[in-house]
Antibody, heavy 120, light 106 residues
């Protein structure tokens, strides 16, 4: 079964850091581009970041650029999101998602999400 | 920055056709996709590359994209289709989601 399982969420103070993980199984993780998407409470989906299959290319939403870092360990089938200088507005459920194998950018497999709360 | 605009809500009677629009500048020049999200659940891809359905998605879901508007159409809408729907496109190496549309089946 194709599966993505996020972990690492929790309560953190403003200005703090957190690292999210996303464990992939059931597919060849190393050939897929991956994404992080977040959803604030009661709000819509917001794209956060993307990484290519070997980790050599990344992109970020302006709102997190310079604070968040996406990375991956293909040997461990795991995607990461290092989040620094966290703000209250970063409070959200964070989903990892697999990019589909076609030539267009869409997310065909999603994890269940992990909740990040930034509050003092 | 690029923006995608969706109506906040759409209502449809069971068995009728629901249409959800997504507007963006020259959106027809890009590929659009659509996600369904039920309360408390993760999003599910229902349409990609404007009009393609992933395996397991019912045939009643279809999509189109031309000009400035992409449209998700649900034919013969069922109660189980009541959910939030999000369009998404890619612009200048950045992913963009619409604000979402709550589909009510009543």
């Amino acid at each position: 079964e194709v599966q993505l399982v996020e972990s690492g969420g929790g309560l953190v103070q403003p200005g703090g850091s957190l690292r999210l993980s996303c464990a992939a199984s059931g597919f060849t993780f190393s050939i897929y581009w991956m994404h992080w998407v977040r959803q604030a409470p009661g709000k819509g989906l917001v794209w956060v970041s993307r990484i290519n299959s070997d980790g050599s290319s990344t992109s970020y939403a302006d709102s997190v650029k310079g604070r968040f870092t996406i990375s991956r360990d293909n040997a461990k089938n795991t995607l990461y999101l290092q989040m620094n200088s966290l703000r209250a507005e970063d409070t959200a459920v964070y989903y990892c998602a697999r990019e589909g194998a076609s030539s267009t950018i869409h997310m065909d497999v999603w994890g269940q999400g992990t909740t990040v709360t930034v509050s003092s | 920055s690029y923006e995608l605009t969706q109506p906040p809500s759409v209502s449809v009677s069971p068995g009728q056709t629901a249409s959800i629009t997504c507007s963006g500048d020259k959106l027809g020049d890009k590929y659009a996709c659509w996600y369904q999200q039920n309360p408390g659940q993760s999003p599910v891809l229902v349409i990609y590359e404007d009009s393609k359905r992933p395996s397991g998605i019912p045939e009643r879901f279809s999509g189109s994209n031309s000009g400035n508007t992409a449209t998700l159409t649900i034919s013969g809408t069922q109660a189980m289709d009541e959910a939030d729907y999000y369009c998404q496109a890619w612009d200048s190496s950045t992913g963009v989601f619409g604000g979402g549309t709550k589909l009510t089946v009543l």
